[in-house]
């Protein structure tokens, strides 16, 4: 890198309680702690995300705030680049799939743009055609783009195919702390808990979870689902249907499932799709096996690493059952194994990256 810090600006539309914005914040904020000159532009300033940013990171709001509608994100974009003129940033971030039209707006301007992929690039459920329009639309959105960033691989190959150019790189979800604490040792009081968070609503799966929870043969395990959303009514009366109410919880949101992934005997990703999702890193990395649909890359680190679990087919209930009674069955694999399959996700080396290769498309 240059002797000379690096001005970086983060573009968001606000600061909502989502996966892409959380990541965003934890990154400006720890390029500020390394040196750099970090400014968060945001249409908007609505969201609990905003005090999670250090005090070096500079905040500036559109001037008239730009809410969440349609046709705001190239408002923002403008408003970025108007913000962004003469030459007083060397790179712009651009965070995750849902905010590349600001990629867009800053065709022409001299400023080094970096665009974040943060979910899945093919989707068979989109079908051949609505492929075809995703992949056009990626195409121009991010056609003046000086590098993507991906959190996989495959990703990484996907977007290099799409935009018909080498300019992606992988760099790791930072899901991790650097200070994150070792794994504690797996519960064994006799009555297990199956764990699961996120946003509750149905592409995340979990009334397929529920279902699945109460076709495990005679077991006395308890279902734990932490998060909120539109479906928690639906979910909680689903639960009574099938019988299993006394023995599913649902905490509602927390700030941090860590204390809940140290009770739990192991972790369950049900979801349609996903991204690269931090909560499975997030389980691993408390030492905790995990059970996935096959709706991520991420998925691939169950696969290289054989005691960390299983991957069953989206939308298949019987098998999430096998799975999970599979699991509850063996011993517990070793805490610390699982923890070291992701050390790779912690922040430091993840914003050191990023910070190598702002200075790259600087030069």
Not at 84 to 106: C, E, K, Q, S, T
Request: hydrophobic letters at 50%.
């Amino acid at each position: 890198m240059s002797s000379d810090p690096l001005h970086i600006l983060v573009v968001l539309h606000d600061f909502a309680l989502g996966g892409t914005e959380r990541v965003a914040v934890r990154l400006a904020s720890a390029w500020a702690e390394a040196g750099a000159h970090v400014t968060i532009f945001a249409g908007s300033d609505a969201g609990p995300l905003r005090s999670l940013a250090n005090a070096a990171v500079g905040i500036a709001v559109a001037q008239p705030p730009i809410p969440r509608r349609r046709g705001s994100r190239a408002r923002l974009g403008r408003a970025a680049r108007s913000f962004a003129g003469g030459g007083r940033f060397d790179a712009v971030f651009v965070p995750g799939n849902y905010h590349w039209p600001v990629a867009a707006a800053f065709g022409g301007s001299g400023i080094a743009v970096v665009a974040q992929v943060s979910a899945a690039l093919d989707k068979p459920q989109r079908g051949r055609l609505r492929q075809w329009g995703f992949d056009r639309r990626m195409r121009w959105l991010l056609r003046d783009v000086a590098a993507v960033a991906t959190l996989s691989d495959g990703a990484r190959r996907q977007s290099d195919r799409i935009l018909r150019r080498p300019v992606a790189t992988t760099i790791a979800l930072p899901a991790l702390g650097d200070a994150v604490a070792p794994p504690a040792p797996v519960p064994d009081d006799g009555t297990p808990i199956v764990m699961a968070a996120g946003r509750l609503v149905p592409e995340k799966g979990f009334a397929r979870l529920i279902a699945a929870f109460a076709a495990l043969p005679g077991r006395d395990a308890r279902l734990v689902i932490v998060g909120d959303g539109p479906e928690a009514r639906a979910l909680r009366d689903l639960a009574g249907r099938e019988g299993v109410a006394d023995r599913v919880t649902f905490p509602g949101y927390v700030a941090d499932i860590r204390p809940w992934l140290d009770e739990a005997r192991l972790f369950v990703l049900p979801s349609d799709f996903e991204g690269f999702p931090a909560v499975l890193v997030e389980a691993l990395a408390a030492g905790r096996p995990v059970v996935a649909t096959d709706c991520t890359p991420a998925t691939q680190l169950l696969r290289d690493t054989p005691s960390a679990g299983a991957v069953v087919p989206i939308g298949a209930v019987d098998a999430l059952t096998q799975a999970i009674a599979a699991m509850l069955d063996r011993a517990p694999p070793d805490p610390r194994a699982l923890a070291a399959s992701v050390a790779q996700h912690r922040i430091g080396p993840v914003a050191r990256a990023y910070l190598d290769l702002f200075a790259t498309v600087r030069r």
